[in-house]
């Protein structure tokens, strides 16, 4: 078998090219703008939730909200919101680590790791939470917004 050196240079020089380019840039590899979209909605939501901001919340959320805490309390939507801004605790720290946006058609699913940190306002007494949380997304019209949240115990 008889190899050219000519055949071997296109390839070679192709996969140089590709160590140089950052696979983002490539179509078909790295985030796409929707999963960009959601990435930042999912940090704006954890912003919302750690500043107890109800306005922000109420943007992200869609009206059909589903929300599961790790204890199995179900909320909508609007109950979401009251307890997640009632005053009752603060968050001293909240975080969203690994997190993992996947999105398909129109829907996006997101899993991360929350670990946070808060304390109620009448004893001042802190609590530590360490979480697997499943999002789901749907984009309606030219915006995501979250449909369901369930969050399991570590």
């Not at 990435?39 to 107890?52: D, H, L, P, T």
Request: glycine share 4%; proline share 3%.
């Amino acid at each position: 078998m008889d190899i050219d050196r000519r055949k071997l240079a296109l390839p070679t020089l192709a996969l140089a090219l590709l160590s140089v380019v950052p696979m983002s840039v490539i179509p078909g590899f790295g985030a796409s703008a929707d999963e960009d979209a959601v990435a930042k909605n999912v940090e704006a939501f954890r912003a919302a939730q750690f500043a107890a901001d109800a306005k922000a919340l109420d943007a992200l959320c869609a009206a059909e909200l589903s929300y599961s805490h790790s204890d199995g309390k179900l909320e909508d939507k609007a109950t979401f919101i009251a307890n997640a801004t009632s005053g009752k605790s603060k968050f001293l720290s909240l975080e969203y680590k690994d997190t993992n946006v996947r999105v398909v058609g129109p829907a996006a699913v997101v899993r991360f790791h929350w670990v946070g940190e808060s304390e109620a306002v009448a004893d001042r007494k802190k609590s530590a939470t360490n979480l697997h949380i499943l999002m789901n997304w749907q984009k309606q019209g030219a915006d995501w917004k979250l449909l369901s949240r369930a969050a399991t115990k570590l």
